[in-house]
């Protein structure tokens, strides 16, 4: 399978994942997010969903959550210390590397993850990225950092209806930490870092809107 039909294959899974309501269980519950997680079909972990809304058109909350070098997203997410562009294969599908810092009182190391990414728009007005592990040549492990691996992942920005400044943020992660961490440190960690995502996706918004 190539890059891009390794891509298209998970913006497949996340419309599945977006329509299949079974399984689900909610772990963490706030006022801005839900998440929830069921067992993986992929690799021997979970699949973790955050269902939020953000109080913005999309195209603003889009701005901020894109997978481009230099965007918004390294300022405002700490879970993403660099995103590199390892090669645009087109103008929807690229290979990127993102880095991750050290998490949980440095009990995570820092990571790096290497995916083909697609970013692709629906005729609703929903936008997406579109996430899955690949080996590249140029980007074999690096030292200092754990490889990790992210099995088909991505976030759906998606309109409400009669409700223009308002955005329903989906997102999937399935992420194999590599290394040897405990279950229990996994288990914990994605449900309060989804909540953390969501908190800090709608300050960064806020700050955009003043613009």
Same mark, same amino acid.
């Given at each position: 399978?190539?890059y891009?039909?390794?891509?298209?294959?998970?913006?497949?899974?996340?419309?599945?994942?977006?329509?299949d309501?079974?399984?689900?269980?909610?772990?963490?519950?706030?006022?801005s997010?839900?998440?929830?997680?069921r067992?993986s079909?992929?690799?021997?972990?979970?699949i973790?969903?955050? $269902? %939020?809304? #953000? &109080? =913005?058109?999309?195209d603003? +909350?889009?701005?901020?959550?894109k997978p481009v070098?230099? @965007?918004?997203r390294?300022?405002?997410?700490n879970?993403?210390k660099k995103?590199?562009?390892?090669?645009?294969?087109s103008?929807?599908?690229s290979?990127?590397?993102?880095?991750?810092?050290?998490?949980?009182m440095g009990?995570?190391?820092?990571?790096?993850?290497?995916?083909?990414?697609?970013v692709k728009?629906?005729? $609703? %007005?929903? #936008? &997406? =990225?579109?996430?899955?592990? +690949?080996?590249?040549?140029?980007c074999?492990?690096?030292? @200092?950092?754990?490889?990790?691996?992210n099995?088909?992942?991505?976030?759906?920005?998606v309109p409400?209806?009669?409700e223009?400044?308002k955005t329903q943020?989906?997102?999937f992660f399935?992420?194999d930490?590599?290394?040897?961490?405990?279950?229990?440190?996994v288990?914990s960690?994605?449900?309060s870092?989804?909540?953390?995502?969501?908190?800090?996706?709608?300050?960064?918004?806020r700050s955009?809107?003043?613009l």
């Amino acid at each position: 399978m190539d890059y891009k039909e390794k891509a298209e294959s998970v913006s497949d899974c996340l419309l599945g994942f977006r329509r299949d309501g079974f399984g689900w269980k909610i772990c963490r519950k706030t006022n801005s997010v839900s998440v929830s997680w069921r067992p993986s079909s992929e690799f021997p972990g979970n699949i973790y969903k955050g $269902d %939020g809304i #953000i &109080s =913005s058109h999309p195209d603003k +909350v889009w701005e901020c959550l894109k997978p481009v070098p230099g @965007g918004l997203r390294v300022q405002w997410d700490n879970n993403v210390k660099k995103f590199e562009l390892l090669e645009q294969i087109s103008e929807d599908y690229s290979v990127c590397r993102t880095v991750t810092p050290s998490a949980m009182m440095g009990i995570i190391a820092p990571r790096d993850f290497v995916d083909v990414v697609l970013v692709k728009q629906y005729e $609703d %007005g929903s #936008i &997406s =990225s579109n996430a899955m592990n +690949v080996v590249h040549p140029s980007c074999p492990p690096q030292p @200092g950092f754990v490889r990790g691996f992210n099995h088909a992942c991505g976030c759906i920005c998606v309109p409400v209806s009669g409700e223009p400044n308002k955005t329903q943020v989906l997102s999937f992660f399935q992420t194999d930490l590599g290394g040897l961490l405990p279950r229990s440190v996994v288990d914990s960690f994605f449900p309060s870092s989804m909540v953390e995502f969501y908190s800090n996706l709608n300050k960064a918004v806020r700050s955009l809107n003043d613009l």
